[in-house]
C-alpha cells in the first residue's frame, strides 16, 4: 500500500518541542522524508533518513525511525514562530515515486 | 545547485480553455521529473513523472498530460480545462546520485472558472 498517514493539526506553544508524528505503510521504503510548506509557496526538504538509521539530528531538527511500527516522526526543539506551516510526511514508492500524507499544519503561538 | 523554473506562478483559465504549463532545471542532468497537483487543503497527489526524454507515467487518468522535450524540460498539458482541474501544480525534480532527493519548484495556482 502507499498511504502515509499524519495528524492535520498541531498548535504549539513558542520555545516548546514540536513531535508531529507520520505512519507509512510500504515496509520497502528506502528513505522517509519530511517536507516544510509556507503559504502559497512550493514543498522545502527539511531532512530525510535512510531506511537502515534509527534517528537523525540536523540542528534543531530529530528524526526518529521506528521501522517495526512503520513510524516516522519529526521533533523540532526551540519552536519559533517561523516554524508555523504545513508538514508533509513521505515515503519512496518503488524506484521513481514518493507518496506523501495529507500535511500536519504547525501553528506556533506567542 | 539545482534550481527549479516554474511558471506562471498564479493562473486564471476559463473553463474549456486548453493550458499549458512549463518546468525547467537547471543545475542537474537527466534528472527524474514530476508533476505533483495539491488540491485546496490537501496532500500532493502525483500526475506524471517522467525517468528520460519522451517517457511519461501517467499516474491518475484525467483531461491532463505531460511531455519532454528535453533532458531538463517538463510539460503539464490540457486541451480543455475542468472545473476540478482547479489547484496548485507542482514541479519536482530528484537530485543526488541515487536520485533520493526531491525538489520542488514554487509552484503554480490554477483557478479554473
Known amino acids: 500500500g502507499e498511504d502515509v498517514e499524519q495528524s492535520l493539526f498541531l498548535s504549539v506553544r513558542e520555545g516548546d518541542s514540536s513531535v508531529i508524528n507520520c505512519t507509512y505503510t510500504?515496509?520497502?521504503?528506502?528513505?522517509l522524508y519530511w517536507y516544510k510548506q509556507e503559504p502559497g509557496a512550493g514543498l522545502q526538504l527539511l531532512t530525510y533518513?535512510?531506511?537502515?538509521?534509527d534517528m537523525k539530528q540536523d540542528q534543531r531538527l530529530t528524526v526518529l525511525l521506528n521501522k517495526k511500527d512503520k513510524h516516522l516522526s519529526l521533533r523540532i526543539a526551540d519552536t519559533q514562530t517561523g516554524d508555523s506551516a504545513i508538514y508533509f510526511c513521505a515515503e519512496t514508492v518503488g524506484d521513481y515515486k514518493l507518496s506523501f500524507g495529507a500535511g500536519t499544519t504547525v501553528t506556533v503561538r506567542a | 545547485s539545482q534550481t527549479i523554473h516554474q511558471w506562471p506562478a498564479t493562473l486564471v483559465q476559463p473553463v474549456g480553455s486548453p493550458l499549458s504549463l512549463e518546468c525547467t532545471v537547471e543545475g542537474t542532468s537527466n534528472p527524474n521529473l514530476y508533476w505533483y497537483r495539491q488540491a485546496a487543503g490537501r496532500g500532493l497527489q502525483l500526475l506524471f513523472y517522467s525517468v528520460g526524454i519522451g517517457q511519461i507515467s501517467s499516474e491518475v487518468p484525467q483531461n491532463l498530460s505531460a511531455s519532454r522535450p528535453q533532458d531538463r524540460q517538463f510539460i503539464l498539458s490540457s486541451k480543455k480545462l475542468l472545473l476540478s482541474d482547479s489547484g496548485f501544480y507542482l514541479c519536482a525534480s530528484t537530485v543526488g546520485t541515487g536520485n533520493e532527493k526531491l525538489f520542488f519548484g514554487s509552484g503554480t495556482q490554477l483557478s479554473v472558472l
Open positions: 510500504d515496509s520497502s521504503s528506502t528513505y
Open positions: 533518513i535512510f531506511s537502515n538509521m
